[in-house]
């Protein structure tokens, strides 16, 4: 531990203890006579702490940034403490590259929602209840992987790094793991039932984070993801032209319209259900 400051007994620390433990600065108030002493988990904050101390000792409100948007860390520091997201990308890259942008129908065929084949220029594909009676429980979620463009490649990996990240930084990993099960079989059941199999895309998962993020900051004002609200501007926007069928029209390829959607109910739903179920999703 490294001893910041001591200021006396008097003070009451314990808002901003709290503000601490939300930005994940690992510390110590211990009491010594008339005076208390902060103590630093990682010398490295000391700079953070001082700044915020100095800023709510004025009467000043204690900003609420992510812990990135004060460090510049490295890629150690996001393996520790993001390890879904980074899996979620991982994944991603290596399916796409190994279906060749689902070029590569050898490949393809074991990622897809259920199997297929062609025969001659018709497309077969096994229906849903031979998924469930097969046992290739891979297939209910491995179409999120899949990509088809290196646009919609980087589109995907931008918001999931962007999404993930803090969701996984405020609330425990096994919220951030949930949701991208349940959302991405979710989106998964819909789209297979709307279009067959041919589809791919983390999309899905992606507006229903959105939508988890955006409503839990307005339940949740005092321990919100701090979203911007045009990013989900931004999404509502993309959706409509998708469903209204201009995005394919102008040439950006078919549009996982029922993904989409569906993911974004999934994400909207999720919340009550965490806040409900996991009183502790909030790390403090």
């Known amino acids: 531990m490294h001893k910041l400051f001591e200021i006396d ?21 211990v009491h010594r006579g008339s005076m208390q002493e902060v103590w630093l988990a990682n010398p490295d904050d000391a700079e953070f702490v001082i700044s915020r101390f ?27 403490h993001t390890p879904v997201t980074l899996a979620l990308i991982g994944i991603s890259l290596g399916l796409t590259l190994l279906t060749s ?3 590569d129908l050898q490949w393809l065929h074991w990622f897809t929602f259920v199997d297929f084949n062609f025969q001659g220029s ?13 046992g290739q429980w891979w297939r209910w979620l491995t179409p999120i992987f899949l990509h088809f463009s290196f646009l919609h490649l980087v589109f995907n990996l931008l918001w999931t790094w962007e999404l993930g990240r803090r969701i996984e930084w405020a609330q425990p990993r096994w919220v951030l793991l949930g949701l991208v099960l349940a959302l991405g079989v979710g989106s998964n059941i819909a789209q297979y039932l709307m279009s067959g199999p041919m589809f791919g895309g983390l999309s899905g998962v992606i507006f229903g984070l959105m939508g988890y993020t955006w409503l839990w900051d307005r339940l949740e004002p005092r321990r919100a993801f701090g979203l911007p609200q045009a990013l989900m501007t931004f999404m509502m926007i993309w ?27 999934c994400g909207l739903a999720a919340v009550p259900l965490v806040r409900l179920f996991g009183a502790r999703a909030w790390r403090h």
């Open 239 to 265: 959706l409509v032209l998708g469903v209204s069928g201009l995005i394919e029209k102008l040439g950006f390829g078919a549009i996982a319209n029922t993904a989409h959607l569906s993911g974004l109910l």
């Open 101 to 103: 942008f689902g070029n």
């Open 54 to 80: 100095n800023h709510w000792q004025r009467g000043e409100p204690l900003e609420k940034e992510a812990p990135w948007e004060r460090v510049t860390p490295g890629l150690g520091f996001w393996l520790r």
């Open 9 to 29: 007994s008097a003070t009451d620390l314990g808002e901003f203890a709290a503000f601490l433990w939300q930005h994940k600065v690992g510390h110590r108030i």
């Open 122 to 134: 018709h497309l077969l594909y096994q229906s849903l209840a031979t998924l469930v009676e097969s």
